[in-house]
């Protein structure tokens, strides 16, 4: 056999893979995997709740993602195999509010075993600019009803401390679905919420001095990270990654740039830096990656959650200019 066979079929599958979620979903990739006898089956809808579910269930639990590595998640649909295994699932994972899609396979479900993220972590309304933003931004595509969330940011996950709250609630339900291992949720959600608490007194001592508080991103997504660290998201494109803004839009950042001396224009791995790159040069800006580990791909700066979030904090200390 040629031994090219080997790379060129992996490079097929991976291309198979990109395809699928390039279609906005696409096959349930880890979804199809078969559950062992005595492990549960956990569907989360995206990342940031995969990952805590997997720490957290450790080897008791096949945990899968409603979306693919990649794909956006605020633009979700699901296909007939995934609504599936959301009715089969041990437990479901969510935000309400977040992924309609996810919101309405919930509901037509019927499972019971549900943690709704959204209720163990009030939802904060937007920022009064922030909401302004959403409200006037124009959007490229049609059917943007799915993004209206209410007036509330579902962004939670950006702010550490919120993520241990999630892994409690995690550790809570695991332990009453599966008592017999409630001992390892209890250990495994620890050893996370050690790991968090970590991470939340490194952002707290990594920006407690900076000369520049205010921070630009494309995607308004770090309202609650920004919150709970004394800085000032100023967001460009409101809360769906993809919308344009409008110019009115743009001159109104590059002002609120210069009136701040910023000196970076952040944008995000699953989105094109294209608007972020508009606006910085003009200005003479740099530009400079904010991930609102949505998804981790190949390109993301670091291989889980813990290790994205060090990078953006990284990032935001370099263009506060902290100390
Ligand atoms: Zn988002």
Redesign the pocket.
């Known amino acids: 056999m040629n031994k090219n066979v080997r790379p060129l079929g992996a490079l097929a599958a991976a291309s198979a893979l990109l395809l699928a979620a390039g279609c906005g979903g696409g096959t349930a990739g880890t979804g199809a995997a078969a559950d062992q006898p005595g492990q549960l089956d956990v569907v989360t809808a995206f990342y940031p709740f995969q990952f805590v579910a997997e720490r957290v269930a450790g080897p008791h639990a096949t945990v899968t993602s409603l979306t693919q590595p990649g794909a956006e998640?605020?633009d979700l649909e699901l296909t007939p195999r995934q609504v599936a295994s959301v009715s089969t699932a041990d437990l479901v994972v969510y935000e309400r509010t977040f992924q309609a899609a996810v919101d309405e396979a919930v509901d037509q479900s019927g499972n019971e075993h549900v943690l709704d993220v959204a209720a163990v972590v009030p939802l904060q309304p937007l920022a009064a600019g922030e909401h302004e933003e959403h409200a006037g931004e124009e959007h490229a595509e049609e059917g943007e009803e799915e993004h209206d969330h209410g007036g509330l940011d579902?962004?939670v996950w950006l702010d550490p401390t919120q993520m241990v709250t999630i892994t409690t609630a995690v550790r809570d339900q695991l332990s009453t679905l599966d008592p017999d291992h409630a001992a390892d949720y209890q250990a495994n959600a620890a050893a996370l919420e050690a790991e968090l608490g970590g991470l939340d007194q490194d952002f707290r001592t990594g920006l407690a001095s900076c000369r520049r508080t205010e921070f630009i991103t494309t995607?308004t997504?770090f309202g609650y990270l920004a919150k709970r660290y004394g800085l000032s998201q100023i967001g460009i494109t409101g809360?769906s990654?993809d919308a344009e803004p409008s110019p009115a839009r743009i001159a109104e950042v590059q002002q609120e740039a210069t009136e701040h001396g910023v000196t970076t224009i952040f944008y995000e791995t699953l989105i094109s830096p294209a608007i972020a790159q508009a606006i910085a040069g003009d200005l003479g800006l740099a530009t400079d990656v904010l991930d609102?580990l949505?998804g981790i791909t190949e390109s993301s700066r670091g291989q889980d959650y813990v290790a994205v979030m060090r990078s953006n904090l990284t990032a935001l200390q370099k263009a506060g200019g902290c100390s």
């Open positions: 998640p605020h579902p962004h995607h997504a809360l990654p609102p949505e």
